[in-house]
């Protein structure tokens, strides 16, 4: 789906993922769950791409859905798949968490495990190599993408900037819609490692004007940074 020129969603509000489209290429943002694989394909070939177009995948962090289709991509087009130093290990399955799971409800838990299983959740594969990023970096691939350590969620979490497209991907930063709870608008994210640290690390997007805060479960949210952030923080 596209939201903007040379920005596209991949997915929907249980699971998502982005492209940044550019005549150099393209730069997948996080790689969701297995099955989106076929999902990628689809909208690659909507705007006239190939795989071949994909200069590398970045993930906002470890989780295995967000890691998704990553190592397809590596493996088998030599991609390269970018993620914090602090969360390699994590990216590889070398390394288990037990987060909190807080308040649910049957309906959206049911919805996001059924959806989960339905793309492959059950059966993802973790990363043999990864590029490590660290706060501050400007990667050499389409959009010019920056690297903001965002920790809380994990250690590595990540935020994205792209000003190319008006975007910061946020990844599990924040969320638009609870996986659990199905509660929707700006809030923390379910399975987080260090709440209190999460909501401390949203500072450090405080200052971007992008219009898109684009995170991996939820709505696209254009209301800009700082009402997510304030709706976020209330709601911790």
Not at 177 to 189: Q, S
């Amino acid at each position: 789906m596209k939201l903007a020129p040379g920005l596209h969603r991949i997915g929907n509000d249980i699971v998502a993922l982005y492209l940044v489209v550019t005549d150099d290429g393209i730069t997948v943002i996080d790689a969701g769950l297995p099955g989106q694989w076929h999902d990628l394909a689809k909208e690659l070939a909507t705007i006239g791409r190939t795989v071949g177009d994909i200069r590398g995948v970045i993930l906002t962090h470890g989780d295995s859905d967000h890691v998704g289709f990553a190592e397809r991509l590596r493996r088998d087009h030599g991609v390269a798949v970018y993620v914090h130093s602090a969360d390699a290990a994590r990216s590889r399955g070398e390394e288990k968490t037990s987060p909190a799971w807080g308040s649910l409800k049957v309906g959206p838990l049911l919805g996001f495990m059924g959806y989960s299983i339905r793309k492959g959740g059950l059966r993802a594969t973790h990363l043999k190599e990864v590029v490590p990023v660290s706060d501050g970096d400007v990667l050499d691939l389409p959009g010019a993408p920056v690297i903001i350590g965002m920790p809380g969620h994990s250690p590595g979490s990540i935020a994205i900037s792209v000003p190319a497209v008006d975007a910061v991907f946020v990844g599990d930063a924040l969320t638009t819609r609870h996986v659990l709870t199905g509660a929707v608008g700006p809030a923390p994210a379910p399975f987080t490692d260090d709440p209190a640290e999460a909501i401390e690390s949203l500072r450090r997007i405080a200052g971007l004007s992008a219009t898109w805060v684009l995170p991996g479960h939820g709505a696209p949210w254009s209301g800009g940074v700082s009402e997510a952030i304030r709706l976020t923080t209330a709601a911790a």
